[in-house]
């Protein structure tokens, strides 16, 4: 399937409203899938969990802990050692590397507690923008607003912003997001991204915003070009996608 084009102009400020409660209304309960039992374990596994999937991560860190159960444990294990347990999650050498680093610095430079604030969490290896937005909103209910992937996704395909980078798209969705719902509303964007409106085939006609995004009628246009155009399969020999996110069925060759 082609990559959709995003739209290229916002919704109002009361579409953009209603899109949001729609998605808050689907996903009430939305919280994270990382599995973790205090703010060093989702420190932990948020790291991890770069370029990996929750899933994955959620199988690799019972080992980890079981090992290395605190920040002092982790601090001085071998990083070999901690690179054979997370191997599984990609990235393996540096996430070990980082992981061990940033136990070494939470027993070192902060009492081994995790800190709460965005530029002591910005300052432990592995620690980005987007990881100290999950570790402050999940473990410190501190007002964030995670953009990853997912949220980069769902918001341009909604309408909310036309920002370019992650760090755009957090400012646009933080105006329209009431500041204490901006931790909730990452995980509803997250969530809908994996479940309905995924990447390479949104699944618009289950959507719960169906009738106010923009992006079927992107869709729509797509296809009748390429139906203009000739067959309507892919290079590879994919189905092309519908409005409603079901591949169409390629015509049947006469015997
Ligand atoms: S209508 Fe389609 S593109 Fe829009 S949010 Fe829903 S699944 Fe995504």
């Known amino acids: 399937m082609p990559k959709i084009p995003f739209p290229t102009k ?9 899109e949001l409660a729609l998605l808050e209304g689907a996903y009430p309960r939305a919280q994270t899938a990382l599995t973790y039992r205090n703010p060093f374990e989702l420190l932990i596994a948020v790291i991890l969990s770069a370029q990996c999937t929750d899933a994955r991560v959620n199988l690799t860190t019972p080992a ?9 444990a982790l601090a001085h294990a071998r990083v070999a050692d901690v ?10 050498r540096m996430k070990a590397k980082n992981i061990v680093s940033a136990a070494t610095d939470l027993v070192t430079r902060f009492g081994g507690e995790v800190p709460r604030s965005r530029e002591a969490l910005e300052s432990l290896a592995g620690v980005g923008r987007k990881t100290a937005s999950v570790v402050m909103a999940v473990a ?4 964030a607003l995670a953009v990853d992937t997912h949220v980069f996704r769902v918001a341009h395909r909604l309408g909310l912003t036309l920002g370019p980078t992650p760090r755009a798209v957090e400012e646009d969705l933080k105006r329209l997001v009431p500041r204490d719902r901006w931790a909730h509303a990452h995980h509803w964007l ?8 995924i990447a390479r085939a949104p ?3 289950s959507c719960v915003a169906r009738e106010l995004c923009p992006t079927p009628a992107i869709i729509r246009r797509m296809v009748a070009e390429r139906v203009a155009a000739g ?25």
């Open 10 to 18: 916002t919704v109002s400020a009361r579409v953009a409203a209603a």
């Open 64 to 72: 980890l802990f079981a090992k290395y159960p605190t920040p002092e």
């Open 83 to 92: 690179e054979r347990i997370v191997k599984s999650c990609g990235f393996f």
């Open 140 to 143: 410190f209910e501190e007002p």
């Open 190 to 197: 997250i969530l809908h991204g994996r479940e309905v409106c």
């Open 203 to 205: 699944r618009c006609g």
């Open 231 to 255: 067959p309507a399969t892919t290079k590879a020999g994919r189905r092309a996608p519908n409005a409603r996110g079901a591949a169409t069925r390629p015509r049947r060759r006469s015997p």
